[in-house]
């Protein structure tokens, strides 16, 4: 009798610990962001970046300055881009994704950064590395966009020690 008690809960946990049918679609959908960030970082698009971001999103980074938050916060990403490539400053951006949490219209990812930075005349790119966790809000039209986005210094050590999960945006 205890074992089949105890056979029935582990199955009843394992049905409940199941993917739901969306799931795929929101990582897909969740993963895009980074996408559109990346590529958006690429072509130094300021505007593209914030609108990768809910309109109430609070950014924190290794900086000792606040945390950025709302217009403030899309105003300085814009400014950035626009000086980055006004100097002729090639940016590239990666992401590699190792846990994700959903619950309801919210996801919490936690992974790394690559960003690489390339001035003229430069022999080799300046390269960041970050660890992060974001959270990411699905809005009312169905897309996500971040909500909340902190980070820290990481190393490369780090970054190549990353584990790939199913689904997640993991860039070589």
């Given at each position: 009798?205890?074992?089949?008690l105890?056979?029935?809960?582990?199955?009843?946990?394992?049905?409940?610990?199941?993917?739901?049918?969306?799931?795929?679609?929101d990582?897909?959908a969740?993963?895009?962001?980074?996408?559109?960030?990346?590529?958006?970082?690429?072509?130094?698009?300021?505007?593209?970046?914030?609108?990768?971001?809910?309109?109430?999103?609070?950014?924190?980074?290794?900086?000792?300055?606040?945390?950025?938050?709302?217009?403030?916060?899309?105003?300085?990403?814009v400014?950035?881009?626009?000086?980055?490539?006004?100097?002729?400053?090639?940016?590239?951006?990666?992401?590699?994704?190792?846990?994700?949490?959903?619950?309801?219209?919210?996801?919490?990812?936690?992974?790394?950064?690559?960003?690489?930075?390339?001035?003229?005349?430069?022999?080799?790119?300046?390269?960041?590395?970050?660890?992060?966790l974001?959270?990411?809000?699905r809005?009312?039209?169905?897309?996500?966009?971040?909500?909340?986005?902190?980070?820290?210094?990481?190393?490369?050590?780090?970054?190549?020690?990353?584990?790939?999960?199913?689904?997640l945006?993991?860039d070589?």
């Amino acid at each position: 009798m205890t074992r089949l008690l105890l056979a029935l809960t582990l199955g009843a946990a394992s049905v409940a610990a199941a993917p739901a049918p969306g799931d795929a679609r929101d990582d897909l959908a969740i993963n895009h962001i980074y996408e559109t960030v990346a590529a958006a970082v690429a072509a130094n698009s300021g505007e593209t970046i914030a609108g990768a971001f809910a309109d109430d999103a609070v950014v924190m980074d290794p900086r000792p300055s606040p945390p950025a938050a709302g217009e403030a916060f899309r105003a300085t990403v814009v400014a950035m881009a626009a000086r980055l490539k006004a100097e002729g400053v090639g940016v590239s951006a990666q992401y590699r994704i190792e846990r994700r949490i959903r619950s309801g219209e919210l996801a919490i990812d936690t992974g790394y950064r690559r960003q690489a930075m390339t001035r003229p005349g430069a022999a080799e790119p300046m390269v960041q590395y970050n660890k992060f966790l974001v959270v990411a809000r699905r809005q009312r039209d169905g897309r996500w966009k971040i909500l909340r986005d902190a980070s820290l210094p990481a190393s490369k050590e780090a970054w190549d020690g990353a584990v790939r999960a199913p689904g997640l945006k993991f860039d070589e």
